[in-house]
């Protein structure tokens, strides 16, 4: 259904329609979430950037005391 014909139904069947939409979005909406819960445990995606960053070491920024600013 084109929006120009959702914008010329009567107020009831637009109501109607509107709330189908929003149903059907909010089923899609929880099966894309439970898929990608599924697939995150399967692949154990928190373990594996817990894993990288322990691999990274940041460097260390050193003693900001020791910066001289020049006094005007």
């Known amino acids: 259904m084109q929006p120009s014909e959702i ?4 107020y009831y069947e637009y109501e109607y329609t509107i709330s189908l939409y ?3 979005l909010k089923d899609r909406k929880s ?3 439970n898929l990608y819960e599924k697939e995150r445990d ?3 995606v928190n373990g594996l950037k817990n894993q990288s960053m322990r691999g990274i070491k940041m460097p260390s920024m050193g003693n900001s005391s020791s910066i001289k600013i020049p006094k005007f």
């Open 7 to 10: 914008d010329r139904l009567p």
């Open 22 to 24: 929003n149903d059907m």
């Open 31 to 33: 099966n894309e979430d």
């Open 42 to 44: 399967k692949y154990n």
